[in-house]
């Protein structure tokens, strides 16, 4: 099995929550799980490790990331203000057919039922909204501060209070920036991101 099956299986895992947050990740027994040496291991953890989904600990082990509940928070706060201006900035350049792009990634989004899937559809939708604000190193930064913030989509089916509300607020932000109104679209987008980050009790982030 190469460092890239490996990375993927684990990614899974992580995003699944079946490796929830915290959780050690030995080269040992991962490399027995996955009958293979130590060397493709230590290559998908590192590959996990640059894309934020694990951390180094003080003692140099390796475990799953994790963010408390004033880390989210902060992290969507930075998010808002990015991500805003980036729909600011794409707005007026948006060409109607980034607007059909959008829409249609956003219904795909409400019906898709597989996890990996679902982010798929995400990332691309909100890139859709952003692809025209003609900074390339901003929408690197989104996709950094994404990685960092990921949800268990797994946790999160077609039919659920989270999923039907995150489908609401994608057609509310749709409907402002197809009216040319950026103020709307961009308080829309810093209200959604807001209640990605801090569910209602019962939900999930």
Do not use: K, W
């Amino acid at each position: 099995m190469d460092p890239n099956s490996i990375a993927d299986a684990l990614r899974r895992d992580i995003e699944a929550r079946l490796l929830p947050p915290d959780t050690a990740l030995r080269q040992e027994s991962l490399a027995e799980r996955f009958g293979v040496s130590r060397q493709p291991v230590r290559q998908a953890l590192d590959r996990l490790l640059a894309e934020g989904l694990v951390v180094r600990r003080s003692d140099r082990s390796l475990a799953v990331a994790g963010l408390s509940a004033s880390e989210g928070l902060e992290l969507a706060a930075l998010r808002i203000l990015v991500e805003g201006e980036a729909l600011r900035l794409s707005l007026p350049r948006m060409e109607p057919r980034d607007l059909r792009r959008a829409t249609r990634l956003a219904d795909d989004l409400a019906e898709e039922e597989d996890p990996a899937a679902i982010e798929e559809l995400d990332v691309a939708f909100h890139a859709a909204l952003y692809g025209a604000c003609g900074n390339a190193r901003m929408l690197r930064l989104i996709d950094s501060l994404r990685r960092e913030g990921r949800r268990a989509y797994a946790l999160q089916p077609p039919g659920s209070a989270f999923r039907a509300a995150m489908a609401e607020q994608h057609e509310a932000i749709l409907t402002a920036c197809r009216a040319g109104d950026a103020a709307a679209a961009v308080a829309t987008l810093a209200a959604h991101l807001r209640a990605a980050a801090d569910p209602q009790p019962g939900e999930t982030p």
